[in-house]
């Protein structure tokens, strides 16, 4: 999939907040801190539009970026949701669950969302609330890719090493994709846009969308 053009829509703190969109959407999802927003500025070819901090906790609400794409001879509009990460200790508690309802809200009532990139850090294990994220996805039926990123952190070997062992960690099945992704050389990119494109033409076939 190539992108052509992205641009901000709007936040949200409330999935109520949210304005309903028959555009196919992908959703970035995983711990505080892990680079969710740096993939998605990646992906986009863009700066800063969603907005990346050194500091865990940077995105709170969920944000919606529209993307103009082309998948082989098609032209078409998806959506990419940043979502807010989870399992920051030291935001207060309340926050926490206020973030937590609503990315499990998110989840089970977004009608448009197709798939879930669930990112994790390269060099960290698999953790609880990762593998309990993963449940959660296939649980309501929606597709999903992990990207464990910052593999710039690592040498090639042991990022191969380590891609295996979450994919058995994590238990992926068999048609389940994992690609190891690092925003600051780009590698894992170019996978990650064709995974993208290939769930939103399955999804966009026929009337109804996911
Ligand atoms: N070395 C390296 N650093 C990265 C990579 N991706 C993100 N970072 C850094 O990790 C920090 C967090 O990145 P963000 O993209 O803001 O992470 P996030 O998951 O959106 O964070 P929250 O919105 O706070 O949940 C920033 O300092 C980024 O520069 C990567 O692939 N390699
Ligand atoms: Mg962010």
Not at 76 to 94: C, E, Q, R, S, T
Not at 117 to 124: G, M, P, T, Y
Not at 179 to 197: A, M, P, R
Request: charged share 30%.
């Amino acid at each position: 999939m190539k992108i052509l053009d992205s641009k901000f829509v709007e936040s949200a703190y409330k999935f109520s907040d949210l304005s309903e969109s028959d555009l196919p959407e992908i959703a970035f999802i995983g711990r505080s801190n892990v680079g969710k927003s740096s993939l998605i500025n990646a992906l986009l070819q863009r700066k800063n539009l969603a907005q990346i901090s050194k500091k865990p906790g940077k995105t709170r609400t969920i944000n919606i970026f529209e993307v103009s794409s082309r998948y082989g001879d098609q032209k078409g509009k998806l959506n990419f949701a940043d979502l807010p990460g989870y399992g920051y200790a030291k935001i207060p508690k309340k926050m926490q669950q206020a973030w937590k309802t609503l990315i499990d809200n998110y989840i089970s009532k977004r009608k448009n969302l197709c798939g879930l990139v669930l990112i994790v850090d390269i060099r960290h294990d698999a953790d609880k609330k990762d593998i309990e994220a993963k449940e959660w996805i296939v649980s309501h039926g929606k597709e999903i890719l992990l990207v464990p990123t910052k593999a710039d952190k690592l040498s090639k070997s042991q990022a191969a090493i380590k891609i295996r062992t979450l994919k058995d960690k994590f238990l992926l099945l068999p048609h389940h994709e994992i690609i190891g992704f690092s925003s600051k050389s780009k590698i894992g990119k170019e996978e990650i846009l064709q995974w993208i494109g290939q769930i939103i033409e399955s999804a966009t076939n026929g009337d109804v969308i996911c």
